[in-house]
């Protein structure tokens, strides 16, 4: 069973704040998705990451895929109010093409003014 | 311009009775899948259909019936429920792979069984 185990499952901080939710897995992922949910909707799509090492920045967040594509990091600068949310990791095996995602068990996220 | 529907948003009904829940997405994806997302937020995949040929499914009770009239629409029918049926459904489409171009998620159905 390939599991992604997400931390901390909750996080309540200060606007302004930086902070990062880890994802990390025994497997090896082919690819490595970040989705925000907020409540009453489905995920959103952030960002995704196929190659180790690699770094993505989207506005004030920063992806990193890790060297062994078995864990990946979220790390938000200055948080703001809005990007309270539900964090969500996602992978996709190498060996099937099904398209099957894989999710951890998401980080609660909330940015107080 | 909705990208992927689902109706109804909510669904409250008794124990034992049969239920429906619709899809379709306008995004011209050729993969279809049914999530189902428990009171701690877990998001599990239930079903998958790609080309109306279903390619995914988890362990689901067979009271779960996904069907897929053409690539553009996934329905759930579900039979004799249950109060542990009681979650949010989310149907979601995506280009076959999905590895680099993720999904696009619905907004939800919230079931609530009594």
């Known amino acids: 069973t390939q599991l992604l185990e997400q931390s901390p499952q909750f996080l309540s901080i200060q606007e302004g704040e930086n902070l990062t939710v880890y994802c990390n897995s025994s497997s090896v992922f082919s690819s490595l998705q970040w989705y925000r949910q907020e409540p009453g909707e489905g995920p959103v799509l952030l960002v995704t990451v196929v190659t180790g090492g690699e770094v993505k920045k989207l506005k004030r967040l920063t992806f990193q895929f890790g060297d062994a594509r078995k864990d990946s990091s979220l790390h938000i600068t200055a948080a703001q109010p809005g990007d309270t949310g539900l964090y969500l990791c996602a992978g996709t095996h190498g060996s099937s093409n099904t398209g099957k995602l894989i999710f951890g068990q998401g980080t609660t996220l909330q940015v107080k003014p | 311009d909705t990208a992927v529907s689902q109706t109804p948003k909510y669904l409250v009904t008794q124990m034992g009775n049969d239920k429906s829940i619709k899809c379709e997405q306008n995004?011209?994806?050729?993969?279809m899948y049914w999530y189902k997302q428990d009171s701690k937020k877990f998001l599990k995949i239930m079903f998958s259909?790609?080309?109306?040929?279903?390619?995914i499914n988890e362990t689901v009770p067979n009271r779960f019936s996904p069907k897929s009239p053409d690539k553009a629409h996934l329905n759930l029918h579900i039979n004799s429920l249950e109060l542990g049926d009681s979650a949010v459904y989310f149907c979601?489409?995506?280009?076959?792979?999905?590895?680099?171009?993720?999904?696009?998620f619905g907004s939800g159905t919230r079931l609530t069984v009594v």
């Open positions: 979601a489409s995506s280009h076959r792979g999905a590895g680099t171009r993720g999904y696009t």
């Open positions: 259909y790609n080309n109306k040929e279903l390619i």
């Open positions: 995004l011209g994806h050729d993969t």
